[in-house]
């Protein structure tokens, strides 16, 4: 059960795009469409961002975005505005009834 | 409103238990998968347990692997994570979350309790 790899920042200026890759193997990310994000904000309970993949939770901005390639899954913030200065995870199914994160992007609005 | 609110979580010396506790209201908790997720402090998320709405599944990480217990009462809409054998490593904030299928869909979180494990 290794942590999925993910930068440990990511930044851009308000209104540019910011991509955020999330690497894991066959046996999670790569096997099941069962990837999500979450957005966390200093002192705060993770918030569901994208799951399944693709999949915007209602009242989470279209700016937000997920995608999978292979053992890779990308989460790209269109648009960046303040407020999406968080850290991000990814998680996966790996199968067995076992779950895994990513290690953690911080992302930083110049 | 839809709403987990975790408690339990103390100060424990290394080898102690301690039992948290998860209270969920405004949605039919009988109907939902559950997790336990904590974060040491200034680490990342890291998944602890799961139990399926019905008890039928449920899974640990290998990092507390005979030494946490999930459970549930749906008729008290209560989750439960059992720790024994605590260790340094242990100290955390943990959320419990909810979950619709185990598909990892987790849409609603609590808002953490702390448990130090330290002499």
């Known amino acids: 059960q290794s942590a999925l790899t993910q930068p440990p920042s990511a930044s851009g200026s308000p209104g540019q795009a910011v991509t955020i890759s999330c690497t894991g193997t066959?046996?999670?990310?790569?096997?099941?469409?069962?990837v999500s994000w979450y957005q966390q904000h200093p002192g705060k309970a993770p918030k569901l961002t994208i799951y399944?993949?693709?999949k915007r939770p209602s009242g989470v901005p279209d700016r937000f975005s997920g995608s999978k390639s292979g053992n890779t899954a990308s989460l790209t913030v269109s648009g960046l505005q303040a407020e999406d200065e968080a850290d991000y995870y990814c998680?996966?199914?790996?199968?067995?009834?076992?779950?895994?994160f990513g290690t953690g992007t911080k992302v930083t609005v110049l | 409103q839809v709403q987990l609110v975790e408690s339990g979580g103390r100060v424990v010396q290394p080898g102690g238990s301690l039992r948290l506790s998860c209270a969920a209201s405004?949605?039919?908790?009988?109907?939902?998968?559950m997790h336990w997720v904590r974060q040491a402090p200034g680490k990342g998320l890291e998944w602890v347990a799961l139990?399926?709405?019905?008890?039928?599944?449920?899974n640990n990480a290998d990092s507390v692997k005979g030494r946490f217990t999930i459970s549930r009462d749906n008729s008290k809409n209560t989750l439960y994570l059992q720790m024994n054998s605590l260790r340094d490593e242990d100290t955390a904030v943990y959320y419990c979350?909810?979950?619709?299928?185990?598909?990892?869909?987790?849409?609603?979180w609590g808002q953490g309790t702390t448990v130090t494990v330290s002499s």
């Open positions: 979350a909810r979950d619709d299928i185990l598909t990892g869909r987790m849409d609603v």
């Open positions: 405004g949605f039919s908790f009988r109907t939902y998968a």
């Open positions: 139990i399926s709405y019905d008890e039928s599944d449920n």
């Open positions: 066959s046996s999670d990310v790569g096997g099941y469409n069962y």
């Open positions: 399944e993949v693709t």
């Open positions: 998680s996966s199914y790996a199968g067995g009834n076992i779950f895994v």
